[in-house]
């Protein structure tokens, strides 16, 4: 936020907002910079960006309330020793 607000860093042309560990964000109060950034930072419109939200553990209502045009994909793997 401090390099966008001091613009140092431009977000006009972001085609991708990747975010790992969304739900912790969220958990943690972070909801109002996240959505500070992407809608009042100069970043494109969702059609003109991609958001990926990335976590282990996705709760129902963040996706609810957070994703439209949703693409869910689990990933499950078994390591043996």
């Known amino acids: 936020m401090d390099l966008i607000e001091r613009e140092r860093v431009s977000l006009k042309k972001i085609k991708y907002l990747a975010l790992d560990e969304a739900d912790r ?3 943690m109060g ?3 910079q996240i959505r500070n950034i992407v809608q009042q930072m100069h ?3 969702p059609g ?3 958001t990926l ?3 282990a ?3 129902d209502n963040i ?3 957070y994703l439209c045009d949703l693409v869910f ?3 499950s793997f078994v390591i043996m020793f």
Request: charged share 15%; hydrophobic share 40%; aromatic share 12%.
């Open 25 to 27: 964000m969220l958990d």
């Open 30 to 32: 972070f909801e109002h």
């Open 43 to 45: 970043m494109p419109p």
């Open 48 to 50: 003109d960006r991609q």
């Open 53 to 55: 939200l990335f976590s």
């Open 57 to 59: 553990t996705f709760p």
């Open 63 to 65: 996706q609810v309330s």
């Open 73 to 75: 994909a689990t990933i």
